[in-house]
């Protein structure tokens, strides 16, 4: 026995007839009348009540609430009556009631924020305390930029000027040496200022120098500068240098010990000095590059030589000064010092 369910498919008569609705035959000419016309009731399409013209009083707006339908806690207290509400005068602590629209006054209308962005001392205060604020912090820029460019950027300057007058030096050794006459006077063959003379290496330090002529500013801008007065490298008396306390130049002069080798060369000659002792003095203090150190007008017996440079970093109220006493020399065609490899 079949007992599937009996179904049969619908065609468009059906349809017609049983699932939309029949055209009334009293209005055979609106044939497209499927759905029936509507009026819609204005009541169910007013979700947004119409607000009326805001009222100066802020509190107006709880007298007009409806009241809350009743609970059904019996415990929970009643509502709040809109004469409980208390007045604008009397508003809770800490709540504010802004208007929403300008205020209206005889000179025009003023904004409702006025009286919360008007000039007062504290926020007078607060402008100055913020603006010495900004002004301290790009001053403190300005000094870390500054403090850069003289440990890293001059840094680079003078290494670069090193390299030139490295060059210039090792191109005048290369050449004869000028020929002198009988007649010639020993100021006669001097240097000129701001001449390359030679170089000084200072292994604890692991770096050299081009020495210049001259102890000038304009001289020793660049490089170390020997005193023209005194010795020459490997001549009896006082071989006296200064130079800045900068790190490209003799910021670590301070670090070198009795028996470090500071090393001179010249066109010929390696002249190997060991440091004796190091002495901080005032800047008039003169008598530490005399013939011998500290005693000015004695005659020398010993080959020496001294070394200044500002004291402490970055001031110049005093002078560090280094003396050292030449140990040995070597030609420089035997090569490099043992010294300077150590």
């Given at each position: 026995?079949?007992?599937?369910?009996?179904?049969?498919?619908?065609?468009?008569?059906?349809?017609?007839?049983?699932?939309?609705?029949?055209?009334?035959?009293?209005?055979?000419?609106?044939?497209?009348?499927?759905?029936?016309?509507?009026?819609?009731?204005?009541g169910q399409t007013a979700y947004i009540p119409k607000?009326?013209?805001?009222?100066?009083?802020?509190?107006?707006?709880?007298?007009?609430?409806?009241?809350?339908?009743?609970?059904?806690?019996?415990?929970?207290?009643?509502?709040?009556?809109?004469?409980?509400?208390?007045?604008?005068?009397?508003?809770?602590?800490?709540?504010?009631?802004?208007?929403?629209?300008?205020?209206?006054?005889?000179?025009?209308?003023?904004s409702v924020y006025s009286e919360y962005t008007r000039?007062?001392?504290?926020?007078?205060?607060?402008?100055?305390?913020?603006?010495?604020?900004?002004?301290?912090?790009?001053?403190?820029?300005?000094?870390?930029?500054?403090?850069?460019?003289?440990?890293?950027?001059?840094?680079?300057?003078?290494?670069?000027?090193?390299?030139?007058?490295?060059?210039?030096?090792?191109?005048?050794?290369?050449?004869?040496?000028?020929?002198?006459?009988?007649?010639?006077?020993?100021?006669?063959?001097?240097?000129?200022?701001?001449?390359?003379?030679?170089?000084?290496?200072?292994?604890?330090?692991?770096?050299?120098?081009?020495?210049?002529?001259?102890?000038?500013?304009?001289?020793?801008?660049?490089?170390?500068?020997?005193?023209?007065?005194?010795?020459?490298?490997?001549?009896?008396?006082?071989?006296?240098?200064?130079?800045?306390?900068?790190?490209?130049?003799?910021?670590?002069?301070?670090?070198?010990?009795?028996?470090?080798?500071?090393?001179?060369?010249?066109?010929?000659?390696?002249?190997?000095?060991?440091?004796?002792?190091?002495?901080?003095?005032?800047?008039?203090a003169v008598q530490v590059v005399a013939p011998v150190?500290?005693?000015?007008?004695?005659?020398?017996?010993?080959?020496?030589?001294?070394?200044?440079?500002?004291?402490?970093?970055?001031?110049?109220?005093?002078?560090?000064?280094?003396?050292?006493?030449?140990?040995?020399?070597?030609?420089?065609?035997?090569?490099?010092?043992?010294?300077?490899?150590?």
């Amino acid at each position: 026995m079949d007992h599937r369910p009996r179904h049969r498919a619908l065609d468009q008569d059906d349809i017609a007839t049983t699932m939309l609705p029949r055209i009334r035959a009293e209005d055979p000419g609106d044939a497209t009348a499927i759905i029936p016309k509507v009026a819609p009731d204005p009541g169910q399409t007013a979700y947004i009540p119409k607000f009326s013209e805001p009222s100066a009083d802020p509190t107006a707006v709880l007298r007009k609430l409806p009241p809350r339908p009743p609970s059904d806690r019996p415990d929970e207290p009643a509502p709040p009556t809109p004469e409980d509400q208390p007045d604008a005068a009397e508003a809770p602590k800490g709540a504010i009631v802004v208007p929403l629209r300008p205020v209206r006054t005889e000179e025009g209308y003023r904004s409702v924020y006025s009286e919360y962005t008007r000039t007062t001392f504290g926020s007078v205060a607060r402008t100055i305390s913020r603006g010495t604020g900004e002004v301290l912090i790009t001053f403190g820029l300005i000094v870390l930029l500054f403090a850069g460019y003289e440990i890293w950027g001059k840094a680079a300057i003078v290494n670069e000027h090193q390299d030139e007058l490295n060059h210039q030096l090792e191109q005048q050794w290369a050449q004869p040496p000028p020929t002198v006459g009988p007649s010639a006077t020993p100021a006669a063959v001097k240097p000129a200022n701001g001449a390359v003379i030679a170089s000084v290496h200072i292994p604890r330090m692991n770096k050299k120098w081009a020495v210049v002529q001259g102890v000038t500013p304009a001289d020793i801008r660049y490089a170390p500068g020997h005193y023209p007065d005194t010795a020459m490298p490997g001549q009896l008396g006082n071989f006296s240098m200064a130079g800045h306390r900068t790190p490209a130049i003799w910021w670590d002069l301070d670090q070198l010990k009795p028996d470090d080798p500071v090393i001179v060369k010249t066109a010929d000659t390696w002249y190997v000095y060991l440091v004796t002792s190091h002495e901080i003095v005032l800047p008039n203090a003169v008598q530490v590059v005399a013939p011998v150190p500290g005693k000015p007008g004695e005659k020398p017996t010993k080959a020496m030589l001294t070394m200044t440079t500002c004291n402490p970093k970055f001031n110049n109220y005093q002078r560090l000064v280094v003396h050292a006493e030449l140990k040995r020399s070597q030609p420089v065609s035997d090569g490099d010092p043992a010294e300077l490899k150590g």
